[in-house]
T-cell receptor
Framework: GAVVSQHPSWVICKSGTSVKIECRSL??????MFWYRQFPKQSLMLMAT?????????EQGVEKDKFLINHASLTLSTLTVTSAHPEDSSFYIC?????????????FGPGTRLTVL | AQSVSQHNHHVILSEAASLELGCNYS??????LFWYVQYPGQHLQLLLK??????LVKGIKGFEAEFIKSKFSFNLRKPSVQWSDTAEYFC??????????FGQGTELSVKP
């Protein structure tokens, strides 16, 4: 089946620094990748949708200058949390879909736990 | 706005009990429906999905769900749960714009 990896699986950083999270589709080409945020005991909230070679589409309330998304190839998307603050601490999950985007099944990565001190 | 509602926040069952988790969505157009499971410390896994056809969908690990269009529902069922089914269950819908919208999640605890 389709496999999506994320790196790192967890990261601790100091307030004010930037953190990059990678999302890779290992055995298929992902025309669309999605980034979600999940708080403890809560559901996944879509942050942004990225299509290969184009700018990401951010959900309402998500700061595009703070959460930089790059989808440079059909197998890699990155999320950079810039000038991280403690309130950015969360579980970040990516998913990838091939073909027609979200109407096709999304395959989820294992998530990245970010802790900002 | 589109939304997904899961009725139960936390369900506690004994092994061999039957399970039904409710899921309702609000969207009048064509939808694709999903149930995902998240075991403790693990990533989301697809249990089953409905795109079209037979509204009774069978998934992995003995789970099934029924799409009732008139009720905007997609309830998840399993006739006999096991301790290993302890996990968080999420109902999700793709609707307008193709975005995947998740319900709040239901935590299932199965007592051995």
């Amino acid at each position: 089946g389709a496999v999506v990896s994320q790196h790192p699986s967890w990261v601790i950083c100091k307030s004010g620094t930037s953190v990059k999270i990678e999302c890779r589709s290992l055995d298929f080409q992902a025309t669309t990748m999605f980034w979600y945020r999940q708080f403890p005991k809560q559901s996944l909230m879509l942050m942004a949708t990225s299509n290969e070679g184009s700018k990401a589409t951010y959900e309402q309330g998500v700061e595009k200058d703070k959460f930089l998304i790059n989808h440079a190839s059909l197998t890699l998307s990155t999320l950079t949390v810039t000038s991280a603050h403690p309130e950015d601490s969360s579980f970040y999950i990516c998913s990838a879909a091939s073909g027609g985007g979200a109407y096709n099944e999304q395959f989820f990565g294992p998530g990245t736990r970010l802790t900002v001190l | 706005a589109q939304s997904v509602s899961q009725h139960n926040h936390h369900v506690i069952l004994s092994e061999a009990a039957s399970l039904e988790l409710g899921c309702n969505y609000s969207y009048g157009g064509t939808v694709n429906l999903f149930w995902y499971v998240q075991y403790p410390g693990q990533h989301l896994q697809l249990l089953l999905k409905y795109f079209s056809g037979d509204p009774l969908v069978k998934g992995i690990k003995g789970f099934e769900a029924e799409f009732i269009k008139s009720k905007f529902s997609f309830n998840l069922r399993k006739p006999s749960v096991q301790w290993s089914d302890t996990a968080e269950y999420f109902c999700a819908v793709t609707g307008q714009g193709g975005k995947l919208i998740f319900g709040q999640g239901t935590e299932l605890s199965v007592k051995p």
